[in-house]
């Protein structure tokens, strides 16, 4: 082998060892605790969505792959009272790959559900509107403007609604400040049908 390849490979290893020795280095200047990790991640994801309400769950343990990193799991909840909610997972490695590297898992996003099935809330509420196109809620929503809508979604294991019993049900509701009455839409969990809809006077 040539001397200018000698010299080549010892810069190139010379460059990787200084590049480790500042990393390590530089990662001990920036050590967070679990609440600071969490916190990163929650600025980030509210940063991500300005204008939007967000709601963000998480999960934090120290960090399998990267060594004083923690592994924080996100699921933001944008917008999560509207028609057409998103939800999505988020995965991150902080400080290890500050807030750049991260994989998403999106259940629901843009009028579209990904999901196969009803799982959490917003994606019930995304599945009567625009999965199944209910015309009811679609009507409703035009009548008094998305903005002014809001939507609730809860799961009984069971419940009787006007005299009628249902069971492993999402009960949605539309709701609107002028409106004189409510839309709901009583979706079974397993098939994810509409199985009754129904007004409410208010």
């Not at 920036?30 to 969490?38: K, R």
């Not at 709601?55 to 909840?77: C, H, L």
């Not at 898992?105 to 009028?111: E, I, K, M, Q, S």
């Not at 509701?173 to 129904?198: K, R």
């Amino acid at each position: 082998m040539g001397l200018i390849a000698n010299v080549f490979i010892i810069a190139v290893i010379v460059v990787a060892v200084l590049f480790a020795i500042g990393y390590y280095l530089g990662g001990s200047k920036q050590q967070l605790d679990s609440a600071q990790a969490v916190a990163e991640v929650t600025k980030f994801i509210n940063d991500s969505f300005p204008n939007s309400v967000v709601n963000i769950t998480t999960n934090v343990t120290p960090s399998s792959s990267y060594p004083g990193s923690w592994y924080v799991q996100a699921q933001a909840v944008i917008n999560g009272t509207k028609p057409c909610p998103s939800d999505f997972v988020y995965t991150f490695d902080v400080p290890a790959f500050s807030l750049v590297n991260n994989t998403q898992n999106v259940l629901t996003a843009g009028c579209k559900v990904y999901e196969t099935a009803i799982g959490a809330a917003p994606v019930a509420i995304a599945w009567t509107y625009s999965k199944l196109n209910i015309s009811q809620t679609h009507s409703f929503v035009d009548a008094y403007s998305y903005k002014n809508v809001t939507v609730s979604a809860n799961h009984f294991q069971s419940t009787v609604l006007n005299g009628i019993n249902f069971t492993d049900v999402w009960l949605v509701t539309y709701s609107a400040p002028l409106a004189n009455h409510t839309v709901s839409v009583v979706l079974n969990q397993s098939s994810g049908t509409a199985v009754y809809v129904f007004n409410t006077s208010t």
